[in-house]
């Protein structure tokens, strides 16, 4: 991974977590303990959020009885194992190896909805706020530190959309712009909010935020309901921090050197007159950007935003040449099976190099509700140096836009004669690299419409990886904003995504 780390960000690596998902800790399903289970499969930091309150619910609404009655069995469940899981949170961190943070979710008409994070006290309570200036208050009160970070901000103030007049970046540094929800990047453009809570409101959006001269990071979670931290596609963050500890997320956090991603673990790095993301940098008129990008498949094009306006594209090609690192996706699922299908699928590298594996699993949908009581029934293993096996299950994907497959995604040094020799579920299949290289190649376990696994098209490492850099200038006496701001967005080709926090210029003395 030596491609992304130089001088821009001296002794920081790239850490990938969910800090907003749940389980049946509130409402939702699956325990806490299948949760970090999950979460332990790909991701490195998580917190399983637990919702807690509702200051404003609507309790005249006739149409929501349904709704008041859900959130006040939920919150009365949070309320009774609070304590319970502040020590089990406590327990599965790991410094060093896998980090987690307690959080309760806070809901509110009129301001938004808020995820409220601790950073390492077992006593911090749950804040039933009458509303977010009460909130903040409560969370000072503790004199321990503590994060405020809105999400699914995209919809309508007053529709729990974020209230931006409200908003202050004192506890907030970030705010949450991908989930299942959709992104909030803008009112337009890719992942739309399909909830039955309604669209994007423009006003709303975090380009919108900027433009009225908050100073905020950008994050993505999941929002999962059923035990699955980091469920891919559904939403993720990045850190750049100098340790996987608690200290090193949370200062990562606060000092906003965080990225949104969909589901991929892309690498970005972003930086402006050699300071990180999220950095807010002196009065200049002349500002280099460096931009360097190390995918989870081919990379379609890189783009650098200016006070939310383009200003420069970069599209990556497809190389001429093949190279002798590549990626492949290996994706198991299909079928219209009735019943759930449990997968073993075993894949020995031979005439190459196995160098790092990236799982990509989902577990059940976001707001499904299975009547399965087993959630963490996922698990992979490296079992030697060029042997990866995975374990898994999956259903019927859930809409023809809506897969719910599973995954491992394989770096391989190598060539055309590199063959993947793969055993799923006791039968042989054999794929010589070059077979790969123009497109996939797919397998059944059974004939028509029996489930299936895919060995996606070889990506080599010229098209996963990206670097450049320019000059940008501004005239002087034209800046009209207080701050300036930079972002850049990464598309992949399998249409996954990255959006790096902004780097502001402050303007210049008048």
Known sequence: MAFIRYRDYPQLNPYFGDLHNHCDVSYGHGTLAEAVRNARLQLDFASVTVHAAWPDLPLDDADLGYLIEYHRTGFARAQAGWPDYLADIEQANDDGRFVTLPSFEWHSIVYGDYCVYYKDNLDCPIIDAPDLPALRRAIHALKTPALLIPHHIGYKQGSRGINWRAFSEELSPVAEIFSFHGLSEASEGPYPYLHSMGPRHEHSTAQYGWAQGHVFGVVGS???????????????????????????????????????????????????????????????????????????????????????????????LPPETTGTTYKVYIEVGWGEQQQDVAWDVQVQVSDGELTAVEPRFRGYGPTDSPSDLIFAYTDWQQAEHNRVCFQTRTRPNASLHTATTEGLALEIEGSGATRLQAVVNGQSFDVQLAELFNGSRTFYLGGFVSPAICFHQAVPRAAYTHRFGFLHRTLPGVQITPRDWYYVRVRQRNNQWAWSSPIWVEAPDT
């Open 222 to 316: 999941t929002d999962h309901h059923n035990a699955f931290p980091g469920s891919y596609g559904y939403g993720r963050l990045a850190v750049w921090a100098d340790s996987l500890t608690r200290d090193g997320i949370w200062q990562a956090i606060s000092a906003r050197r965080t990225y949104a991603l969909t589901g991929d673990r892309i690498e970005l790095l972003f930086a402006l007159n050699d300071q990180p993301m999220g950095s807010v940098l002196p009065a200049t008129d002349e500002r280099w950007i460096d931009v360097a990008v190390q995918g989870g498949d081919a990379i379609d094009y890189v783009e650098v935003l200016h006070n939310n306006r383009l200003i420069h594209r970069e599209n990556v």
